[in-house]
């Protein structure tokens, strides 16, 4: 999980969002009243804030799925949240399956725009942990699976990059030619960027590796 910031609402929402909630209010059968907050505006703006990657697992959306928009607060516990804009977020299906309806006061999931989730999760190659003590940080792991080999596609997906980023790294501290060394640095800091998808975790890989990587971690 990276840490991220909210992007300003859409005009498509900020326009309607106070009638869609009421006209779903009054209808709650009716889908097409109910799911108005997946239009393609608010879609693509939230894929935008986020990197086009689930904000829990960093997977790339449309990597194995469209992406669902997720509410942080669900809809079941709050449903005046409904087409709230800071409620909303991208999930992949398989964090939006497991975190299915849970919300407890006190014991919510980390929320990466407001908690400081890079300080609070560690990372020990594909699997994430949380620090000691922090039962937020173990609530939102333990639910989503993250440290799971449940989640094989995920873990597999993440040995992969670890692979690639360790390579990377490994011909970083020795290649010679600076030019080389120039471009191999800029691909390694491109896998770092928030928008990468498992920056968070590419980022740990390079501080563990030390090294050759000072330059890159």
Same mark, same amino acid.
């Given at each position: 999980?990276?840490?991220?910031?909210?992007?300003?609402?859409?005009?498509?929402?900020?326009?309607?969002?106070?009638?869609?909630?009421?006209?779903?209010?009054?209808?709650?059968?009716?889908?097409?009243?109910?799911?108005?907050?997946?239009?393609?505006?608010?879609?693509?703006?939230?894929?935008?804030?986020?990197?086009?990657?689930?904000?829990?697992?960093?997977?790339?959306?449309?990597?194995?799925?469209?992406?669902?928009?997720?509410?942080?607060?669900?809809?079941?516990?709050?449903?005046?949240?409904?087409?709230?804009?800071?409620?909303?977020?991208?999930?992949?299906?398989?964090?939006?399956?497991?975190?299915?309806?849970?919300? $407890?006061?006190?014991?919510?999931?980390?929320?990466? &725009?407001?908690?400081? #989730?890079? /300080?609070? @999760?560690?990372?020990? %190659?594909?699997?994430?942990?949380?620090?000691?003590?922090?039962?937020?940080?173990?609530?939102?792991?333990?639910?989503?699976?993250?440290?799971?080999?449940?989640?094989?596609?995920?873990?597999?997906?993440?040995?992969?990059?670890?692979?690639?980023?360790?390579?990377?790294?490994?011909?970083?501290?020795?290649?010679?030619?600076?030019?080389?060394?120039?471009?191999?640095?800029?691909?390694? $800091?491109?896998?770092?960027?928030?928008?990468?998808? &498992?920056?968070?975790? #590419?980022? /740990?890989? @390079?501080?563990?590796? %030390?090294?050759?990587?000072?330059?890159?971690?």
């Amino acid at each position: 999980m990276r840490n991220l910031t909210k992007s300003d609402e859409p005009e498509i929402l900020k326009q309607n969002a106070d009638i869609w909630l009421d006209q779903y209010l009054e209808d709650k059968n009716s889908s097409t009243k109910k799911y108005r907050y997946r239009h393609k505006k608010i879609k693509e703006a939230l894929k935008k804030e986020t990197g086009h990657k689930c904000v829990y697992c960093e997977s790339k959306i449309g990597h194995n799925t469209p992406g669902d928009i997720e509410h942080k607060i669900p809809s079941s516990k709050a449903v005046h949240l409904h087409f709230d804009w800071n409620n909303m977020t991208m999930a992949c299906a398989e964090c939006n399956r497991r975190k299915n309806d849970y919300y $407890e006061d006190g014991e919510a999931f980390l929320d990466p &725009y407001i908690d400081d #989730v890079e /300080s609070l @999760l560690e990372h020990h %190659g594909p699997i994430i942990l949380w620090r000691i003590g922090q039962k937020r940080a173990e609530i939102t792991v333990r639910i989503l699976e993250l440290n799971s080999f449940r989640r094989s596609s995920l873990i597999c997906r993440k040995m992969e990059k670890i692979e690639e980023v360790c390579n990377l790294a490994e011909r970083l501290s020795s290649e010679k030619n600076r030019l080389l060394k120039l471009l191999l640095l800029r691909q390694l $800091e491109q896998m770092k960027d928030k928008s990468s998808e &498992y920056s968070a975790m #590419v980022i /740990s890989i @390079l501080k563990t590796r %030390g090294g050759g990587c000072e330059g890159t971690a």
